[in-house]
């Protein structure tokens, strides 16, 4: 029992490293993101990511978690909504605010993003939140606002934030419906259960790329974009998230998320991006209030499938 509830020293290392592997994979699909919808499109881009990535999430899911696929298949109208809102929904908004905004831009309103959880854990699932998580917040969201308004809150109306920025308040708000609709119901094995959602969306989206037609990269840069995004942000990271979870508390996992933040905008100032005071204040009190308002959750750990 002692084993179980507190992994060796090497286990909980690996576990950090693997936590380090995911989020910096999903800091990648923001980075590469902007340089594959470019060149496709957001839909078309979110067909060919899942297109590519199911086959071996199959594979994966079979051997490591050896699911009985007749059980979990009995949820497919509850996977099949997590999928559209999801694994379709936040992509399609990431991948469309990726065309007016900039890469860190959205990573930094995308950190408000567990906060946001817990406001609607507080609303939809009767969780509790004390003073800590309410100041937080709060924290969190002068925070977002201050980067949406470019440092210019009070003046907001006059000069309104790109569309944008709005499109990816409408991603997280989409990731917080899936997260909160992912804690109902029966608890299926998560790599299995992100393949299939992955498979919905597949479906779902064929006829769009009927109708409007598919668009593939059109250079090696969009190709192997696109490559990254199949295979890391929609495999390696959510194995390796997986894997960490068994290794790491699940608060300090929560926490981790923020490095997706700070992964990207490393990367903007090594590839010379450019960016802003107001960004770089706004990410300060984002990351600041999302860590304030941590909580140490008791149940099992909220789904991700970036």
Same mark, same amino acid.
């Given at each position: ?27 990648? #699909? ?73 890469? $860190? ?6 950190? $408000? #993003? ?20 309410? @100041? ?16 210019? !809150? ?9 569309? @944008? ?34 498979? $919905? ?40 998230? #997986? ?14 998320? #923020? ?18 005071? !107001?960004?770089?204040?706004? @990410? ?14 008791? @149940? ?7």
């Amino acid at each position: 029992m002692t084993e179980i509830a507190r992994p060796p020293a090497a286990g909980r290392t690996f576990g950090y490293l693997a936590l380090v592997g995911a989020t910096l994979s999903w800091a990648g #699909n923001y980075l590469l993101g902007v340089i594959a919808v470019a060149e496709t499109d957001p839909v078309s881009l979110t067909w060919l990511r899942w297109l590519l990535a199911v086959v071996p999430l199959f594979v994966i899911a079979q051997v490591v978690e050896r699911p009985d696929w007749r059980a979990i298949l009995r949820s497919w109208p509850r996977l099949l909504v997590l999928g559209l809102i999801g694994v379709a929904g936040y992509n399609l908004l990431l991948y469309a605010a990726l065309d007016t905004e900039t890469p $860190f831009q959205l990573s930094l309103i995308n950190a $408000f #993003n567990p906060a946001l959880i817990a406001i609607a854990a507080v609303l939809f699932l009767g969780a509790r939140l004390g003073w800590r998580g309410i @100041g937080g917040i709060l924290l969190a969201f002068a925070g977002v606002f201050w980067i949406i308004s470019g440092g210019q !809150p009070l003046t907001i109306l006059d000069h309104p934030p790109k569309i @944008g920025s709005l499109v990816m308040v409408g991603a997280i708000v989409a990731w917080t419906a899936y997260t909160i609709i992912g804690r109902t119901g029966p608890r299926l094995p998560p790599i299995s259960a992100v393949a299939i959602q992955g498979t $919905f969306v597949v479906l779902a989206l064929t006829p769009f790329v009927l109708a409007q037609g598919l668009r593939l990269p059109e250079t090696a840069a969009g190709g192997w974009s696109l490559a990254y995004i199949a295979v890391f942000p929609s495999i390696a990271s959510y194995v390796l998230w #997986n894997y960490a979870l068994q290794r790491v508390p699940p608060a300090q996992a929560g926490v981790s998320l #923020n490095l997706i933040t700070v992964f990207t905008a490393i990367a903007t100032v090594a590839l010379g991006m450019p960016f802003t005071a !107001p960004q770089i204040l706004g @990410g300060v009190l984002v990351l600041a209030g999302v860590v304030l308002a941590q909580e140490r959750p008791k @149940g099992p750990a909220l789904p991700l499938a970036r």
